[in-house]
């Protein structure tokens, strides 16, 4: 076995990727990828061994989440960044060390390497399999998974300015956590809850920082046709990034649609005074090949969810930056300030065609929990009344199995009596079908990215409290969520805190369960997976 990654829903067989990965890294970037997980894990040993103060870490704590992030799913594909950030998180870890003056460390605090070659030797026994008991290894890697998700959200409120250093506090307790092999599974349990209640935080450490900087979602109608103008194409999750794009191409003549993840960003406030901010343009991450062809523009990724490009010619178009990277695409890094340089971008774009038109009209979005309680007399008096038997929370990810198409059949049978709540790009799935209304009510309420699906919880703990209720889970509302990589995991992790039982998760429950660790999650929790649309929707509507 050259390589083992099991991480995200696509994995090979729903066991494993073993040779390359479904979402097409090599195995040298897979092992590149555990071994810099490995060594944050002897970074927070030493921090929390050595009683180290978040505080005084400064910008170790923004390198750590960076360097989780990396290793997200789709991220990152460039072994020589890796290789960059191993050496940077070394050289970090080993100062640490030599200050904290720590006994008694783990061999993630002290290794050595010294070469692209012994990097991949040593990650050869520090990856997933290197945990033999398969509960211990479970639970370990839903925990980390979970850790990576949160660390996305937390770069990202750090880039707006806002931090909650016991989040970074936790981080290393975690990380730490999964190299003690005094820990039982059951103190893994516990450990996997906690780290769903620190995921509440860091989503809620982000809508502040979001609705601070850009003010609240509010009710918006998106294009998704296209204009005539030479355009650039943003794809990911970070704002910041989108902003100062925007600030960049003011009076350029170059326009600016969003991709995939990053359509909310419609929804706020701040961007709607650019009047180059024009659309959306495509669907879903795994379309891109297809659709960047015929965007014809550059791309800049800020985030995860690159699909390896298949061409010469639309490579030459991508650009990266942040926690992103691939082969052969230019990487435009921050100065010391934050700030990004994308006059290369612009450049390009004015010597490019215009977008061609794959689709016209427009979707509606902006139902973040700021403009649901807006609404919310008006939702209550439909469900006291009838008009709105059930609410179904569809957040989460889109995929390419062609067993996804469960959720598209799954919305478009629902009774006319349902709502469907979601974020994330799993709505690509349903956002664009004529499903009506319930008394003005759109019967498909977009909250956002994945991230908002915090907003989501938050709707469910008001509606919570309208009701009079003493358990969320007495409320008219279904869970069924798509998933795919880690960001989705601290959320299914966070509504697990948050007391949320009976979710169903697929197409497939997560490979990364052992058969114990599942049962642990069917019995105290309820998870499920999804069965045939029929059957599902007699169960929740019979429910």
């Known amino acids: 076995m050259s390589m083992f990654c099991y991480q995200c829903q696509e994995t090979a067989g729903g066991k494993g990727c073993t040779m390359r990965g479904v979402c097409g890294k090599s195995e040298e970037v897979a092992k590149l990828q555990d071994l810099l997980i490995y060594t944050l894990k002897g970074i927070s040993e030493i921090v929390v061994k050595g009683e180290i103060d978040v505080k005084s870490l400064g910008e170790t704590n923004y390198e750590v989440l960076s360097s989780l992030f990396m290793t997200i799913t789709n991220a990152n594909f460039d072994a020589d960044l890796i290789e960059k950030q191993i050496k940077k998180m070394i050289a970090i870890r080993d100062e640490l060390r030599n200050s904290a003056a720590c006994e008694d460390l783990h061999d993630a605090a002290k290794f050595r390497v010294s070469s692209r070659a012994s990097m991949l030797e040593k990650a050869d026994s520090v990856g997933v399999l290197s945990t033999a008991d398969e509960d211990v290894r479970s639970l370990r890697e839903m925990i980390t998974y979970g850790l990576k998700g949160m660390a996305a959200y937390t770069e990202h409120a750090k880039n707006i300015g806002k931090e909650d250093l016991t989040i970074n506090a936790f ?280 991230n908002d699906s915090y907003s989501l919880a938050l709707i469910a703990l008001k509606l919570k409290e309208v009701f009079g209720l003493d358990d969320i889970n007495k409320l008219p509302i279904v869970f069924n969520i798509a998933w795919y990589e880690q960001k989705a995991v601290i959320v299914l992790l966070a509504l697990l805190y948050l007391g949320v039982k009976n979710i169903h998760l697929g197409p497939t429950l997560p490979g990364f369960l052992s058969p114990n660790v599942a049962k642990v999650l069917i019995e105290k929790f309820g998870i499920a997976g999804v069965g045939t649309v029929d059957d599902d929707i007699k169960l929740f509507m019979n429910d």
């Open 171 to 450: 981080l290393y307790e975690a990380l730490a956590a999964t190299l003690d092999d005094s820990l039982t599974a059951d103190d893994l349990v516990a450990l996997t809850l906690k780290t769903g209640e620190y995921g509440v935080k860091a989503m809620a450490l982000l809508d502040e920082a979001n609705t601070s900087r850009f003010g609240n979602p509010e009710i918006t109608k998106v294009n998704i046709g296209v204009r005539k103008n030479p355009a650039i194409l943003i794809s990911g999750h970070d704002l910041t990034d989108l902003e100062q794009l925007l600030e960049q191409t003011k009076g350029t003549g170059v326009d600016v649609y969003t991709h995939s993840e990053m359509l909310p960003a419609h929804y706020y406030p701040v961007f709607k005074k650019y009047e180059n901010f024009v659309g959306n343009y495509g669907n879903a991450w795994w379309k891109q090949l297809e659709e960047f062809a015929s965007f014809h523009g550059p791309v800049l990724f800020t985030t995860n969810c690159i699909v390896p490009p298949r061409s010469e010619e639309v490579k030459g178009r991508i650009f990266t930056t942040g926690s992103t990277g691939y082969p052969g695409c230019r990487h435009i890094e921050s100065d010391k300030n934050g700030k990004k340089d994308f006059s290369e971008i612009i450049a390009l774009a004015k010597t490019l065609p215009a977008p061609d038109e794959i689709e016209t009209g427009s979707i509606v979005g902006g139902f973040a929990h700021n403009q649901v309680f807006a609404l919310a007399d008006k939702i209550v008096d439909a469900v006291k009344s009838g008009a709105i038997k059930k609410f179904f929370v569809m957040a989460g990810c889109d995929g390419r199995m062609k067993s996804r198409e469960y959720y598209t059949e799954f919305a478009k049978k629902l009774p006319k009596d349902t709502v469907i709540l979601t974020a994330g790009c799993a709505k690509y799935r349903y956002n664009k079908l004529n499903l009506g209304d319930i008394g003005g009510i759109p019967r498909v309420l977009d909250a956002g990215q994945c």
